[in-house]
């Protein structure tokens, strides 16, 4: 019972489309596909780095200390983010059979959030960081373009849920909402300066790069999750309250542990004491969720060879599962002092932002895109681009999680330094050679975006007649 | 509209506070926390050289925070509240790509050495994957009156002309030299951490431990702290740091003045015709009295050495004579 039959037209799937809807849902993956080719691209050249240290240095714009946070920064917000909101409004409009609330606000979001990385990636290269703190080195004008992108995304949502033709919320927009919500305290609480002097900025730090990943990144792709997955298998959610309950604890859980980032460090013993505790608590949700994917997708682990779209969705859920997990062992005290400061965090970090957020995302484009647009990207295509990323994200991860465990011994070992430099240079280049295939099931990636948005569709794929309405609500 | 309300508003209220708990209020008090003894800010030529560090995002490979592990002692004595006073933004840091810089200024007290290593650090650390900072230095004809050019060894060193740093790379040396940590505040670690983590490194306790054979744990010592100035090989760099194999003084029969040399640094002194512009770092407050014997030992019987063997009762009697001439 949408409001306004006049803007629908119907795909070739049956579904009812809105095609302001589609053209904001294609807008914000085209854009966050150009981000995350050429950020990926930048890292590429960051991981090359490590084996040729005087390899375009003698330009300060293109040495190491600068590229490194133009690659974290733009995958985060020029990529990740945006192809997240994009998805979000997409199911927000279905899953409440409405309309977007305002596709204006959407277009100005999503110039703001383009602004914002443009802005800052110029920042970053003419050596404008704002003082080496992970996620948060644009300086603080640019973040604050982000914040106000985060406040039209918050708005929107919102005002869209609130016209709903559903009685009740389905819960990817509980998560979605929540995480436009969080992501402007977060930013806020990152920009404000009274607090941020010496070691109280050094408890800020542990609250935002840890809060920017797990209470903006991780909601929204779990809110991705939850819809698209029972729409791909055309059954419903196994456990809605398990959805429910996973929500209040991750929500009461996660923001509590942010200092586990700084274990050891002169913050105060009680603060990384709590942390550890919680980041054990964090099980509860993360358990509690990935089961609930696991469960909803039983005895049809079968169609996950037929549909890449789901492939790249379970693979996602697995990687929440494993990443998260990891991420609480990681905090024990015992195992943070092998692994702190070794390449076995830039492991995790891709395990999780990539393994779980981008796999989360790339599922959902592909699941939902065609649902708007009406063009499909071919099985061939979404292939390459599925085994160039699983192999390539699995072949980074190992690497640096050995290498990781290996300078970290070096260390405990008592070696000289430098042989914990040496014995690190072949796993940067496995490192490498798994980025070389990540990066080119990008440009993979790219082209099926073309095919689904201006080029020519693919034919429908099997299971695509599921995609019908039904399911999920 | 109430589901919307008590949702959205209801999670949001709780982050809220959720946020102040863990990201402000921690911050403000922190924020508040005095500096320690002897904990300084920066001359305006030091916070100069700390932006550069910030630019050019050194922080991503190098921590400045010493924990309470053993591991960590080769950096210096655990990291205390009170050292951060001074410190915004912080460079704590997430990854010992390279070392920890915390106490550089003490281990690498040379800013001839600095130069030469920014220029580029395969020129002291043939392994090194740091990258090289070429462009914060000028390749001139002839150095201006009153800048000493850097001494880069020949192979690594440009064509024609001499290297000189620009004002950037002063001022990043001044930064880097300056920093040394202060002697440890009482006791004092992360608040609260529970004292069976390792006491600091007070003046003659022993910074690294290393077991096995006196000659291994000099060699050891000496490939951590010594060898970035006079190479593993023991050859130096000319005209920058001199060659220890063969020296006279690694050789002599009478080993006081080794001793003394390594217990309290040494300035100024023309050695085999050459005067060195930087000085030779002092170690007596790093190393105990018998870690100063094995790494001497080392010197005097690697890379051809033969000078006679010295014990720790020696180099305790030289530490307790003093620093006098």
Known sequence: ?473 | MNKLVAIAGGSLAIYIVLALMMGVIPGWQLSQTPPGPGVKPLTPLQAEGREVYVANGCSYCHTQQVRPLPQDQVFGRPSAPGDFAYQTPELLGSERTGPDLTDVGVRRGSDVWQYIHLYNPRAVEPASIMPSFPFLFEIVDRAPPGVAPAPIPKAYAPAHGVVIPTRRAQALVAYLLSLKQPPQPAQQTAAGAPSATPTPAAAGTARTPVAGAPLARGKQLFETNCAACHQSNGRGLPGAFPALAGNAVANAADATEHIHIVLFGLQGKTIDGVKYASPMPAWGAQFDDRQIADLINYERSAWGNHGAPVTAAEVAKVRAAGNGK
């Open chain 1, 1 to 473: 019972m949408s409001a306004d039959p006049a803007a629908h037209g119907v795909t070739p799937t049956g579904a009812v489309a809105d095609s302001a809807l589609g053209r904001v849902f294609a807008g914000y993956t085209i854009f966050a596909t150009a981000w995350l080719v050429f950020a990926t691209f930048v890292g590429l050249v960051v991981a090359y780095k490590f084996g040729a240290p005087d390899f375009w240095s003698s330009q300060p714009w293109l040495t190491f200390g600068r590229l490194r946070p133009i690659h974290t920064n733009d995958t985060f917000y020029g990529f990740a983010s945006i192809a997240l909101v994009g998805l979000a409004y997409y199911v927000a409009a279905r899953s409440c059979r409405t309309r977007l609330y305002s596709t204006g606000l959407a277009w100005i979001g999503l110039a703001l959030f383009n602004l914002a990385a443009l802005a800052g990636t110029v920042a970053l290269a003419a050596g404008d960081n704002a003082g080496d703190l992970e996620y948060r080195e644009w300086p603080w004008p640019i973040r604050l373009i982000f914040a106000a992108g985060a406040v039209v995304t918050a708005i929107n949502l919102l005002a869209t849920v609130a016209r709903r033709n559903t009685h009740d919320i389905y819960l990817s927009n509980w998560y979605t909402m929540g995480g436009a919500l969080f992501v402007i305290v977060i930013a806020t609480v990152g920009i404000l300066p009274w607090y941020q002097y010496g070691l109280g900025q050094v408890a800020v730090s542990g609250y935002f790069m840890h809060n920017s990943v797990g209470m903006w990144f991780t909601p929204m792709t779990l809110g991705i999750f939850y819809y698209a997955l029972p729409k791909l298998l055309s059954r419903p959610i196994y456990s809605y309250a398990l959805g429910v309950l996973a929500f209040w604890t991750n929500l009461l859980f996660y923001p509590i542990i942010g200092a586990h980032h700084f274990l050891f460090s002169p913050l105060p013993w009680w603060l990384q004491t709590t942390a550890i505790v919680f980041s054990v608590a964090m099980l509860v949700p993360v358990w509690g969720g990935s089961a609930n994917f696991a469960l909803t997708a039983r005895g049809r682990l079968g169609d996950v060879a037929q549909s890449y779209p789901l492939a790249f969705i379970m693979v996602g859920v697995l990687g929440y599962f494993v990443g998260s997990t990891q991420g609480t062992f990681e905090a024990f005290r015992s195992l943070q002092a092998v692994w702190h400061f070794t390449n076995f965090t830039v492991g995790h970090s891709h395990l999780t932002m990539y393994g779980f957020v981008t796999f989360g995302i790339w599922g959902g484009v592909y699941a939902l895109l065609p649902l708007a647009t009406g063009k499909y990207p071919s099985r061939l295509g979404m292939g390459a681009h599925f085994w160039l990323a699983v192999v390539g994200s699995f072949i980074y991860v190992i690497s640096l999680s050995i290498g990781g465990t290996v300078q970290g011994l070096d260390w405990v070992h008592g070696k000289p330094f430098i042989q914990s430099v040496v014995d690190m240079n072949p796993y940067y280049v496995w490192r490498g050679v798994g980025g070389i295939l990540m990066f080119l099931s990008h440009l993979v990636f790219a082209w099926n975006v073309w095919r689904m948005t201006w080029g020519r569709s693919a034919a429908r794929l099997p299971l695509a007649p599921a995609l019908a309405e039904g399911a999920a609500p």
